[in-house]
């Protein structure tokens, strides 16, 4: 249902502030928030990290008092506890309670008495739940051997077990693959047009399509709320699809990221998306520059980093991001697009023949082959439970393969030695470093692990601390840290040693846009620098950063090539109206193959 200013509000906070600790270590994480939710609306709460999202709506819960203001629910005044309505509320955090031990079924049971759910009900709510998230033949399994978009749904339906009026949801699509992605979304929009508000927070700013209205956040304040539209109109005639012919498109990218006037430019299907400032002009001899239309992404960060240079506030030269060598300005003008910075002929980096793993009858890994080039950023996508994370851990070394062979750096992998891990880097998907320790004794610790002494060791410290602006929380406790923060430390721990491969385990996860935008400017300097990149990641966007990709399916390899094969094969096999219709994106590519491979294989196995 469209929201608009005449619909009233189910959720509304009026000059809602709250801070956390006291005197000069206070932190202000809401400041006199105005905001409405529209009711029989989706509205979507979009801002960077530390922005107060999910302090906003733990307000709404009643989990936290707010410290000034009033927040009022379907009209009444919501004060916590005993407010009224608050029964009406379905609520499910970032990291919600599921029982890894029990199965799915057993899982609704038990939040169906926390709930006091009627026992006349049960039934036939939990079959109408199992059906709408699709876990119907997954009622026995441990909620522990879900993947991570069943885990999800099924998080999704202990929240659901009441018919809410207001259903709340704190980044549920965080670390899911896009056919779980559009799957939660799918149950979400069911409920709205069922009757219930939807108060959704998220990290992925192409959520905000499926929208009727948006909360900005930054630093605890409302920059802007309304519809996409209104977000994206004012920015009509500054939006731009950039080409240029036997141009690499990362190479392209950071040319017009050093231009004035321009606040972002974006890899983006064959080109660059570039959203320029008003009135500003930024084209060069040789390039193709087509208007777009934009989109709430633009917006986004246009209120975000107003400023002059980088989108995001960092230095808008590419960064020595680890290496030892100075990394190239530009890759060479007559790279062909998609194409590795370093063509050279050489023997791959990473080799893959063959490889197979399995748990006892289960296979994870099915006779996989693959092999990367040095300086190439070459991506592992696949939905959850594709066997991702299996391959990687074999390839650093953490895994022993069933069979088949793999060398990394020339070295094999199958009876790794510390010399052969020494010339790797690995960020972990889940925050791997020591919470316990500030960010300066994880600096120390990965220095001293990785055999770093005397001046060396020194210098590389230096490096990290200034390279990723950790100067200023080097006594903070990485537990502690906002996630882009804890993302920057991650990754200068992995590349104290400066290693020659690099492994990427969905690194960006749970990151605000900005942050990812400064990621992989750093990771794109390390491939115009020589290192060789291995990333999996859910972020569809990011997946055009590589210079080539697999995707995978039921630990199988079903297709690969550069993004722009991807994305025609998905045409070809699944579009309409042959060669003249347009290429999917990214992510409608990747839904399409994936959906019609696993059709394929369920046909073959009834």
């Not at 039934?123 to 699709?134: D, H, I, M, N, S």
């Not at 990687?392 to 069933?402: D, I, K, Y």
């Amino acid at each position: 249902m469209p929201a608009d200013a005449e619909a009233p509000c189910a959720l509304q906070w009026r000059g809602v502030s709250k801070s956390f600790g006291r005197g000069a270590a206070a932190v202000r994480a809401l400041r006199g928030v105005d905001a409405c939710v529209p009711a029989g609306s989706i509205t979507g709460l979009f801002g960077p990290d530390g922005a107060g999202k999910t302090t906003l709506i733990r307000v709404a819960t009643g989990l936290l008092r707010p410290d000034a203001g009033e927040l009022r629910m379907f009209g009444a005044e919501h004060a916590g506890e005993a407010a009224p309505g608050l029964a009406d509320i379905g609520y499910m955090p970032q990291r919600f309670g599921l029982y890894d031990e029990l199965g799915v079924l057993e899982n609704l049971r038990l939040h169906a008495d926390l709930q006091g759910l009627d026992a006349a009900q049960r039934e036939q709510r939990f079959a109408e739940l199992l059906r709408l998230t699709a876990l119907g033949p997954f009622g026995t399994r441990r909620a522990g051997e879900l993947s991570g978009g069943m885990r999800q749904k099924l998080g999704l339906a202990c929240t659901l077990l009441r018919q809410p009026r207001l259903l709340l949801l704190d980044e549920p699509t965080v670390g899911v693959d896009p056919i779980s992605r559009r799957e939660l979304w799918d149950i979400i929009q069911d409920m709205c047009r069922r009757g219930t508000t939807v108060l959704v927070s998220t990290a992925y700013l192409d959520e905000a399509t499926w929208c009727d209205h948006i909360v900005l956040l930054r630093q605890g304040r409302v920059l802007q709320q309304g519809t996409p539209q209104l977000f994206a109109q004012p920015l009509r005639g500054r939006c731009f699809e950039v080409a240029s012919s036997g141009r690499q498109r990362r190479a392209l990218q950071l040319s017009l990221q050093r231009r004035a006037g321009v606040v972002d430019a974006l890899v983006h299907a064959d080109g660059v998306r570039v959203l320029l400032r008003p009135g500003a002009r930024a084209q060069a001899p040789g390039e193709i520059w087509k208007a777009r239309e934009p989109a709430f992404e633009d917006a986004f960060v246009d209120a975000l980093q107003p400023r002059e240079g980088a989108a995001d506030g960092t230095r808008p030269e590419a960064v020595a991001a680890g290496v030892s060598s100075e990394a190239p300005a530009e890759a060479p003008a007559d790279a062909p697009a998609d194409a590795p910075v370093d063509a050279a002929p050489e023997a791959p980096m990473i080799e893959v023949r063959a490889l197979r793993r399995q748990f006892g009858e289960f296979v994870a890994v099915r006779d996989i082959d693959f092999e990367v080039r040095r300086g190439e950023v070459f991506g592992l996508l696949g939905a959850n439970g594709a066997g991702k994370s299996t391959t990687f851990r074999m390839l650093c070394g953490l895994l022993a393969p069933s069979g088949g062979s793999l060398r990394v750096a020339r070295a094999d992998m199958r009876r790794p030695s510390p010399e052969a891990r020494s010339r790797l880097g690995y960020v972990a998907q889940r925050f791997a470093l020591y919470a316990n320790l500030s960010v300066a004794q994880n600096l120390e610790f990965f220095a001293s692990a990785y055999g770093l002494r005397g001046a060396l060791r020194r210098r590389r410290l230096q490096w990290a601390r200034e390279e990723f602006d950790l100067q200023d929380c080097a006594a903070t406790g990485a537990g502690e840290l906002a996630q882009g923060y804890r993302q920057r430390l991650a990754l200068a721990c992995a590349l104290m040693h400066e290693p020659q491969v690099l492994f990427l385990d969905e690194p960006t996860s749970g990151v605000d846009p900005l942050a990812r935008r400064e990621f992989w400017r750093r990771i794109n300097a390390l491939a115009a620098g020589g290192v060789t990149v291995l990333v999996t990641t859910h972020f569809m966007d990011e997946a055009e950063y590589c210079d080539r990709l697999v995707l995978m399916s039921r630990g199988s390899i079903l297709a690969g090539g550069s993004p722009r094969e991807i994305r025609e094969l998905a045409r070809a096999a699944h579009g309409a109206g042959g060669a003249s219709s347009p290429a999917p994106d990214m992510g409608e590519a990747f839904i399409a193959l994936v959906r019609a491979h696993e059709a394929g294989l369920r046909r073959a196995e009834a």
